[in-house]
């Protein structure tokens, strides 16, 4: 794990830091991420600003905590969803689809956490990359174990996990998903990942 994703699990250890966190989150959801400061937060929480600048040195370390615990869930879901005991071509399907339904659901249908989500990926923080980085394990050890079984022909696992990632980004990119739903002349989900394991066996 990267010094700053061990720095946000240790804060978030701390009680007053996941009041914080909680009370960031509440009100970036409701009024959103451009029109909430500090001094809100502080507000909320019947504390002064002051106080909360004794763990956070700005709104954008808030935000980037509050984005760490997200993915972080986000990674503890596709953990569970690939370690099932099923083929590795299901458990890769299973997850692209459980990734595509919590694009749409938490981060369009609440326009509030995409607003959220967008500010971190336009930032290009490292909390996003080692997020990536952590789901392309995952993803190899899967096309890994489908090799061995047979499923999938022989290759570099990590290469394979980045290039299904690659192929699948349209699926789970909160910008790219949000441009793309409407439009009736782009490849279903179930087109996209099917085309994605055709990849994997070829």
Known sequence: MSPILEAAADLQKNETVTRILDAGEKLFRHYG???????DIAKDLGMSPANIYRFFSSKVEIHQAICWRMLNAAYELSKSVLSQDLSATERLRQWTLVNHRLTVDTMLDQEKVHEMVVVALERDWEVIDQH????????????????NA??????????????????TVLL??????AQCMAKTNRATP?????????????
Request: proline share 3%; aromatic share 6%; charged share 25%.
């Open 132 to 147: 990536l980085n952590r789901i392309h394990d995952l993803i190899a050890d899967v096309i890994r174990e489908g090799i």
């Open 172 to 177: 789970c990119h909160p910008q790219m998903v």
């Open 150 to 167: 047979g499923e999938f022909r022989d290759q570099d696992p990590a290469s394979g996990a980045r290039c299904f990632g690659a192929a």
């Open 190 to 202: 179930d087109e996209l990942i099917e085309f994605a394991l055709a990849a994997l066996r070829k």
């Open 33 to 39: 991420y451009a029109k909430t400061n500090v001094a």
